[in-house]
């Protein structure tokens, strides 16, 4: 059982109340502030006759946890981290919008909706739909990753409708928010590897190089810092890139020869065609594999 007390805060505020009206002759000030701000469950006596002062019933700040739907959201999460959009889009699609309450609940859902719009479906509209609701309904509450990663993912939104004023803000945006993030965890590290190369992704398209590559690089600072080979073979594609738009030949040839690589042990036969295609295209030699 949880509390909500961010709706608690607000039937207060609705009835024009302060803290200390609410609780007076039923429990403490403290006790109204950390229901408001930790969601902490006071006793049941002391909940009931604060509903009866707000007119309103227990059930309406009061949830049952849903395990079911967090285990729900965490798979949805992992198959977009390891880019299996169908298996993500089939599992977002059992669960019924209206039975969201929590802020998180929606938060991931517009996420991964926007998300799946835009890679899966190329559906731009349905992306700055999704993405956009996410912003505009949580923007002005504490940062977290979905709200670094939706602001992310409306930048490349609209890039790909060519609206690059718009997209330039809004990833620049994204990556100053990321900074404040901590990599706690192998999920955290993972979104935070994604935004990071997706980001020096669009940078490099936006001939930034410079840009592109101090992003790269610090991708994959936190990728040998955590011992994670998440996305390295792709951060290291992007940086080969940069360095041959900055015509420093010979350190993207090494990198790409370090991305074909990483991509031949993790199996990744999408970045092994690029990555040849890329040496093609720019008349740097086949990888011997004695050098790996």
Same mark, same amino acid.
């Given at each position: 059982?949880?509390? +909500?007390?961010?709706?608690?805060?607000?039937?207060? $505020?609705?009835?024009?109340l302060?803290?200390?009206? +609410?609780s $007076?002759d039923?429990?403490t000030?403290?006790t109204?502030?950390?229901?408001?701000?930790?969601?902490?469950?006071?006793s049941?006596p002391?909940?009931?006759?604060?509903?009866?002062?707000?007119g309103?019933?227990?059930?309406?700040?009061?949830?049952?946890?849903?395990?079911?739907?967090?285990?729900?959201?965490?798979?949805?999460?992992k198959?977009?981290?390891?880019?299996?959009?169908?298996?993500?889009?089939?599992r977002?699609?059992t669960?019924?919008f209206?039975s969201?309450?929590?802020?998180?609940?929606? $938060?991931?859902?517009?996420?991964f909706?926007?998300?799946?719009?835009? =890679?899966?479906?190329?559906?731009?509209?349905e992306?700055?739909?999704?993405?956009?609701m996410?912003?505009?309904?949580f923007?002005?509450q504490k940062?977290?990753?979905?709200?670094v990663?939706?602001?992310?993912?409306?930048?490349?939104?609209?890039?790909?409708k060519?609206?690059?004023? $718009?997209a330039?803000?809004? =990833?620049?945006?994204a990556?100053t928010?990321?900074a404040?993030f901590?990599a706690?965890?192998?999920?955290?590290i993972?979104?935070?590897?994604? =935004?990071?190369?997706?980001a020096?992704?669009?940078?490099?398209?936006?001939?930034?190089?410079?840009r592109?590559?101090?992003? =790269?690089?610090?991708?994959?600072?936190?990728?040998m810092?955590n011992?994670?080979?998440?996305l390295l073979?792709?951060?290291?594609?992007?940086?080969?890139?940069?360095?041959l738009?900055?015509k420093?030949?010979?350190?993207?040839q090494?990198?790409?020869?370090?991305?074909?690589?990483?991509?031949?042990? !993790?199996?990744?036969?999408?970045? +092994?065609?690029r990555?040849y295609?890329?040496a093609?295209?720019?008349?740097?030699?086949p990888?011997p594999? !004695?050098e790996?």
């Amino acid at each position: 059982m949880r509390i +909500l007390g961010t709706r608690m805060r607000a039937y207060r $505020k609705a009835r024009g109340l302060s803290q200390a009206a +609410l609780s $007076k002759d039923i429990c403490t000030q403290a006790t109204i502030s950390l229901i408001e701000k930790r969601n902490k469950i006071p006793s049941m006596p002391i909940l009931m006759k604060l509903c009866a002062r707000l007119g309103i019933s227990i059930n309406e700040v009061i949830v049952e946890n849903n395990y079911r739907l967090g285990r729900l959201f965490g798979e949805i999460g992992k198959a977009i981290r390891d880019r299996h959009y169908r298996t993500a889009e089939a599992r977002l699609d059992t669960i019924k919008f209206n039975s969201l309450k929590e802020r998180d609940e929606l $938060k991931a859902y517009y996420y991964f909706r926007g998300e799946i719009q835009l =890679v899966n479906h190329r559906n731009t509209d349905e992306a700055i739909f999704n993405f956009g609701m996410l912003l505009n309904q949580f923007g002005g509450q504490k940062q977290d990753m979905y709200m670094v990663m939706g602001r992310l993912g409306l930048g490349l939104a609209y890039m790909e409708k060519q609206a690059f004023d $718009k997209a330039d803000l809004l =990833v620049e945006q994204a990556v100053t928010d990321l900074a404040q993030f901590e990599a706690d965890g192998l999920e955290a590290i993972q979104n935070q590897l994604r =935004v990071l190369l997706n980001a020096a992704s669009f940078f490099q398209k936006r001939q930034r190089a410079t840009r592109a590559l101090k992003l =790269v690089d610090n991708g994959i600072k936190l990728s040998m810092a955590n011992s994670s080979f998440y996305l390295l073979e792709e951060l290291f594609e992007v940086k080969a890139m940069s360095q041959l738009a900055l015509k420093d030949k010979q350190s993207a040839q090494r990198n790409l020869y370090v991305a074909y690589a990483l991509a031949t042990i !993790s199996s990744n036969n999408r970045v +092994l065609h690029r990555v040849y295609q890329d040496a093609t295209d720019n008349n740097i030699p086949p990888l011997p594999l !004695s050098e790996v």
